[in-house]
């Protein structure tokens, strides 16, 4: 089992930035990939960003050039680095562990951009 819990989120104006943070904690194996989905009111789940243990990224054409992602694989912790918010990134933003078809999410925290 693999234990996500995340920080970092809250409430900022458009054009702000938000810094989030998930540390994950049990069995954590190599390879893997750890990253961020998000789900806005009355949408689907959607990818945000993701990051393999090896460095490979991908992103949402939607935040591309606007968020980075970025890991600790010796804290077993990721990151997400919000620059230039807009009220369409208001979602409750999910921290995900996935490792050879093994799926694990965290509980979501809200991140709300006002404009």
């Known amino acids: 089992q693999v234990q996500l819990v995340e920080s970092g989120g809250g409430l900022v104006q458009a054009g702000g930035s938000l810094r989030l943070s998930c540390a994950a904690s049990?069995?954590?194996?190599?390879?893997?990939?750890m990253g961020w989905y998000r789900q806005a009111p009355a949408k689907q789940r959607e990818l945000v960003a993701r990051m393999t243990s090896g460095g490979t990224t991908n992103y949402a054409d939607s935040v591309k050039g606007r968020f980075t992602i970025s890991r600790d694989n010796a804290r077993n912790t990721v990151y997400l680095q919000m620059n230039s918010l807009k009220p369409e990134d208001t979602a409750v933003y999910y921290c995900?562990?996935?490792?050879?078809?093994?799926?694990?999410w965290g509980q979501g925290i809200q991140v709300t951009v006002s404009s």
């Open positions: 049990g069995s954590i194996f190599r390879p893997n990939a």
């Open positions: 995900w562990y996935g490792r050879y078809g093994n799926d694990y």
